[in-house]
């Protein structure tokens, strides 16, 4: 797919890079991925546990030292960091880490999970005079509420659609680590009220998320038979590729769209993958990563401890919540995110995260085989 994709970034004039240098870096980073899948899932669970806040204050971190140290940027917006050579998106690291640290304290919390108060009035100027509102803040709020919204901050100015993912997946382990509904809507409430204050102010890349919604809904709402091809959006050009590659598709390396749409290789890797494979593999595709989340609801009802079981099936939901959302943005289902296909999109830094997620939850999966868990602390 990477090789077939990257056929139009290779002949543009400004290249110089070949065909087959995409196709070898992708090889060079899939080994490594694999060697990080396989060590990771050879530590114990009881091990993420202990490196839970050094991983996530860590990414925090590296996500805030982008904006002042970037390497690289799109569209004005910097997103990777370069370490010992290495370049990377902190924003990767930091969607696995916000699951971890999110297992970890809500783990370490289910004996007062039910009466446990994490999100701050949002009167403000009651939080330090009023006893009640400390409590909740030191209870709740510094441990829980205050990581989640430093999180998304960090990211948002340079990946609003990142952002948004972190904040879902902050709210499902809000609900798998049994936290009240009353205090998962409040903490809506706030998010509510950030993304108004948010489009009022103009800040970070709202202007970007606003003309995304806009294509989103012209899609749907206008008459675009008559638009000129070179009007059209990514999302058109990525429904043209699908519909070309009905059942059984036009064959490996037949692609036509590829070179129209913008990021045939990582933002819109499933409608290339549908044109030139077909539907039909598409679906098993679809089907594979549906098989990761069913999968891990089995490890999750195995598992003897709380924070390897939440771990897990967090971890699985980002991997078949990110691979459900890249599609839905194909067809139009969503407005345009610019997130990628795991496993599949073109790129180092979705790969290496996803495949060590996959090695976190194969650890979970062999624990429970082996029966190795220490007495949870």
């Not at 382990?173 to 993304?195: C, D, N």
Request: net charge positive.
């Amino acid at each position: 797919v990477v090789y077939s994709s990257t056929a139009k970034m290779a002949y543009m004039p400004s290249s110089s890079s070949s065909t087959s240098e995409f196709l070898n870096t992708q090889l060079w980073t899939l080994a490594i991925c694999i060697i990080a899948l396989f060590a990771t899932h050879r530590f114990n669970s009881d091990f993420y546990r202990r490196v839970t806040y050094l991983v996530f204050f860590g990414a925090l971190g590296l996500t805030l030292a982008v904006y002042f140290v970037g390497t690289a940027s799109i569209n004005g917006a910097a997103r990777w960091i370069n370490i010992a050579g290495f370049q990377f998106q902190p924003s990767e690291m930091l969607k696995v880490a916000i699951i971890m640290y999110l297992a970890r304290v809500l783990a370490d919390r289910q004996s007062k999970i039910q009466t446990l108060l994490i999100v701050p009035s949002l009167k403000f100027w009651t939080w330090f005079k009023s006893e009640k509102q400390r409590r909740i803040w030191r209870e709740g709020g510094w441990p829980i509420f205050f990581p989640i919204v430093a999180s998304c901050l960090v990211i948002f100015p340079s990946h609003t659609s990142s952002a948004v993912i972190l904040f879902a997946l902050s709210i499902v382990m809000l609900f798998i680590g049994r936290v009240t509904w009353v205090e998962i809507s409040r903490v809506m409430l706030w998010a509510v009220v950030g993304v108004a204050l948010v489009a009022l102010m103009g800040l970070g890349r709202s202007h970007t998320a606003g003309g995304r919604i806009d294509t989103w809904v012209s899609v749907w709402t206008e008459d675009r038979t008559k638009v000129p091809v070179q009007d059209l959006s990514d999302t058109e050009r990525s429904m043209i590729a699908i519909n070309n590659g009905g059942i059984l598709g036009r064959g490996a390396g037949q692609s036509a769209v590829r070179v129209e749409m913008t990021h045939p290789e990582s933002d819109y890797a499933f409608a290339f993958f549908v044109e030139e494979y077909g539907i039909v593999f598409a679906m098993i595709l679809v089907a594979l990563y549906v098989w990761i989340f069913y999968r891990a609801i089995d490890i999750f009802r195995m598992c003897p401890r709380k924070f390897p079981s939440m771990m897990s099936l967090g971890l699985a939901l980002l991997i078949t919540g990110q691979a459900l959302l890249h599609i839905m943005v194909t067809i139009n289902i969503l407005p345009e995110t610019g997130q990628p296909l795991p496993l599949i999109s073109r790129g180092g830094s979705s790969l290496l995260f996803t495949c060590i997620a996959l090695g976190m939850i194969l650890s979970v999966s062999r624990q429970n085989i082996e029966n190795s868990y220490k007495e949870e602390v």
